[in-house]
């Protein structure tokens, strides 16, 4: 039996759809209505929920995901991103659950891109910090963990709210969209991260994997490859990541080398042109 917490995020929704549509049983835990179980990380998760009694892997999808939320809120999303996970994962531990960490690129500190799994870490915002501590935690254990670092998720629903379906949305609304030209994203499908969380439960993995799409660019090249398929070009402006006044400096360049996962996994990795006629809802370019 896997439990998916967080089950109704964006991540947690698709984890969930691909196990149970690949044989898995499930139990869900969400903060909301819905769920099997209610798991609000706020606070400390206790007792043990008694329906995970017979879990063998838990996927931790929940998260305060948002960079400036974390950096406006430091105490709070320290609390939830770190001390009640930590204490959550405890228990998965004395359970012999085995935990797949949700993790991030921004763990790096986003110099020189391209980063190795063994790579230093050393995050420049409050939200890579909060991975950092609690993966140092999961390295310091004997017991089983996956961490899973990824790169900016997407998926290719009307409801994307990742940069993909914002840049579409704004586009569509005949706005303006200004876009970095000094910061890199890799699109990565939320699909393929849920087949390959799939791929870890079924082969037994363990450690450390990079998941991260195929295609990395600057944040102006993917406003471009959007705009050029709805003809609206002229809409997209040049700036830097600093002229955006965001709540902390961000990093530049946090991109994952993702050899470790290309060798070892049997599937494949999703470009976003490959998703972009789905998302447009346009005829697929050939
Ligand atoms: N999206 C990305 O681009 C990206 C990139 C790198 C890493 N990640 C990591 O991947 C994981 C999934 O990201 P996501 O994009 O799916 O997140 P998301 O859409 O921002 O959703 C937030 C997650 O936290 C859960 N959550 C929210 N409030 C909660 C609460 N009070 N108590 C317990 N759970 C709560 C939500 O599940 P419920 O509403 O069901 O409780 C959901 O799973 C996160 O750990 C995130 O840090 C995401």
């Given at each position: 039996?896997?439990?998916?917490?967080?089950s109704q995020g964006l991540l947690g929704r698709h984890v969930m759809a691909h196990l149970v549509r690949s044989g898995y049983t499930v139990v869900t835990s969400s903060h909301r209505?819905?769920?099997?179980?209610?798991?609000?990380?706020?606070?400390?998760?206790?007792p043990f929920p008694f329906r995970f009694r017979n879990v063998s892997w838990a996927v931790l999808c929940s998260a305060i995901s948002g960079l400036d939320q974390c950096a406006r809120?430091?105490?709070g999303s320290y609390r939830f991103n770190v001390v009640h996970t930590i204490e959550f994962i405890e228990q998965l531990f004395h359970h012999h659950v085995v935990p797949i960490f949700c993790s991030s690129d921004l763990v790096f500190a986003g110099i020189s891109g391209n980063?190795?799994?063994?790579?230093?870490?050393?995050?420049?915002?409050?939200?890579?910090r909060q991975k950092k501590i609690v993966e140092d935690y999961l390295l310091g254990q004997d017991r089983p963990w996956i961490i899973l670092r990824l790169s900016k998720l997407y998926a290719t629903t009307p409801d994307d709210r990742s940069p993909i379906g914002d840049t579409v949305r704004r586009l569509q609304y005949?706005?303006?969209?200004?876009?970095?030209v000094d910061q890199m994203i890799t699109p990565t499908y939320v699909q393929d991260v849920a087949?390959?969380?799939e791929w870890c439960i079924r082969t037994n993995r363990r450690g450390c994997y990079h998941v991260a799409g195929p295609q990395s660019m600057t944040r102006y090249e993917l406003g471009l490859k959007i705009a050029k398929r709805l003809q609206a070009e002229a809409r997209i402006e040049r700036?830097?990541?600093?002229?955006?006044?965001?709540?902390?400096?961000?990093?530049l360049n946090n991109t994952l080398d993702t050899h470790k996962l290309?060798?070892?996994?049997?599937?494949?990795?999703?470009?976003?042109?490959?998703?972009l006629s789905e998302i447009l809802q346009l005829p697929v370019e050939r």
């Open positions: 039996m896997i439990a998916v917490i967080g209505p819905g769920a099997d179980v209610c798991i609000d990380l706020r606070e400390p998760v206790k809120d430091v105490a980063y190795a799994e063994h790579d230093p870490r050393n995050p420049s915002t409050e939200y890579g005949g706005e303006r969209v200004r876009c970095a087949r390959i969380i700036c830097s990541i600093a002229e955006l006044n965001l709540s902390e400096i961000r990093p290309r060798s070892d996994y049997d599937g494949s990795l999703t470009t976003l042109d490959e998703c």
